[in-house]
């Protein structure tokens, strides 16, 4: 996620996006929570709302629907971003206020499931996560339906295919990650079954509040073949050490839903400027690196995405690059087998990695290669000046990319349309489809072969009004 923010200089645009997102209490929530990931003060109420609507969804089954459908959906309404702030509480207040009968739901579902721990999520997005599947489903029951009308009652021909599907459902299991493949197994998402003979691993970034292994549950709830995540706040350069417990819970998650770690792209919190001219920002940023590539190790996880600097004008580009290079040196000879991942950004300010050439620059740096990356951010990669919009673009783009980076170094795609035009070197990120890239570009993005294996992250808060965008 993105949007700017790079400790220092940029620090103050990411605030001024976070107000206009939402309010400054949401933020204090979710900061909180991130630092808290073993509170389950989640547990409060809301998850099985959603159950008994995805019963209602499980509607007709794995027919065909591309990839384009899991991306619009995702980021549809299951996508909520809490990159940049706490949108997960607001979005769980609208939720709450968009699903009337959710007590009714709730008090229900709690008779018949023993649900011990309170470690499944019942946080916000899955609402929206619901009410999103509810309308899908409707789509697919009602061709040409309008799809705000609401869900359909359950009949017997829902029920029997939901048994049908639990059947299915027979890998052992901890009761936790069980209930959430039976309760994905009963929605049924038709992208879902389609997802899994594609290779596109489409996923969103998602929610770590209530601990970490929530975003496995979080992404796997949404059909997700792939997500992101922080590891810790991303706002602060302290953080709480990550217990064993927790991470062995995570890497368990992940591995009973079927993420493998190859599509699971951590971000770096935003504060970390690794070409920082600051001195102290500088040392701060070199020892998170080490200290969040130690994390990722101990969760299993083998990528991690980082914005590759600043040299906030105080600085030659060339010096930043080196320093950056430096720094992921330096992590890498303190933990083994993390892959870093450059972001590209959007040439704002005086931010790197913008132009490829200025990640080759950095990966020139790199002794070991074969542990650095790149991700491919769409929003920025248009603001820098690559028109995704038109339609050579994106090949134009990736040849582009291919002579001066190398494809072989491509490891994830960011997924954000541009509230900036083509080459505003603005930070901006749109819903997809409703930027300047526009459905189209997108339609090539999620057809590109050069983008299959790796994971596609949606990034950008979703609109109900780009549900259908790129069918
Ligand atoms: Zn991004
Ligand atoms: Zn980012």
């Excluded at 890498?332 to 870093?340: F, I, L, R, Y």
């Excluded at 993005?445 to 294996?453: A, D, G, Q, S, T």
Aim: proline share 4%; hydrophobic share 30%.
């Amino acid at each position: 996620m993105s949007m700017d923010a790079h400790g220092e200089e940029e620090g103050s645009t990411a605030q001024q996006l976070k107000k206009n997102l939402r309010s400054g209490n949401t933020v204090k929530r979710r900061a909180k929570k991130d630092e808290n990931p073993g509170s389950d003060d989640k547990l409060k109420s809301e998850p099985y709302s959603n159950r008994k609507t995805k019963k209602r969804e499980t509607a007709s089954n794995s027919q065909a629907q591309n990839t384009e459908d899991l991306a619009t959906e995702m980021k549809a309404d299951r996508f909520h971003p809490q990159s940049t702030d706490g949108k997960d509480g607001s979005i769980s207040q609208v939720q709450k206020k968009q699903v009337p009968d959710e007590d009714k739901v709730k008090r229900r579902r709690r008779k018949d499931d023993n649900v011990s721990s309170g470690e499944i999520s019942k946080s916000a997005p899955d609402k929206k996560q619901k009410s999103k599947k509810r309308e899908t489903t409707k789509k697919a029951q009602k061709t040409n339906t309008d799809t705000t009308t609401d869900v359909k009652p359950e009949t017997d021909e829902f029920r029997n295919q939901t048994s049908e599907r639990k059947k299915i459902v027979n890998k052992p299991q901890n009761d936790t990650t069980k209930k959430v493949e039976e309760e994905v197994a009963e929605a049924a998402p038709k992208h879902l079954h389609l997802s899994l003979s594609s290779h596109k691993y489409v996923g969103a970034h998602v929610s770590i509040q209530g601990g970490l292994w929530n975003a496995a549950i979080e992404a796997k709830r949404m059909g997700a073949r792939a997500f992101g995540l922080f590891l810790r706040s991303q706002r602060t350069w302290n953080s709480k050490l990550l217990e064993d417990e927790a991470a062995e819970k995570f890497r368990r998650t992940c591995d009973e839903l079927g993420f493998e770690s190859r599509y699971i792209l951590p971000h770096s919190p935003y504060l970390m400027n690794l070409g920082s001219p600051k001195p102290d920002v500088f040392q701060k940023s070199r020892a998170m690196l080490v200290e969040e590539l130690n994390r990722c190790q101990k969760l299993g996880l083998t990528l991690y995405n980082i914005h590759p600097g600043s040299h906030i004008g105080e600085m030659p580009v060339g010096k930043c690059l080196e320093l950056i290079a430096d720094g992921i040196n330096h992590a890498h000879s303190q933990v083994p087998g993390v892959t870093v991942v450059l972001e590209n950004m959007s040439c704002q300010g005086s931010t790197v990695g913008g132009r490829f050439e200025e990640l080759r620059g950095i990966i020139d740096h790199i002794k070991d290669k074969s542990r650095i990356g790149v991700c491919l951010d769409t929003c920025h990669a248009f603001a820098a000046g690559h028109n995704l919009s038109e339609k050579t673009g994106l090949q134009r783009m990736l040849d582009e990319f291919n002579k001066i980076v190398g494809l072989s170094y491509l490891k994830a795609v960011h997924l954000n349309d541009s509230k900036g035009k083509v080459g505003c070197r603005l930070d901006r990120h749109e819903n997809i489809g409703r930027g300047h890239i526009g459905v189209e570009g997108f339609r090539k993005v999620m057809n590109e072969p050069r983008f299959n294996e790796i994971p596609m992250i949606l990034e950008t808060p979703a609109s109900t009004t780009s549900r259908h965008a790129l069918h």
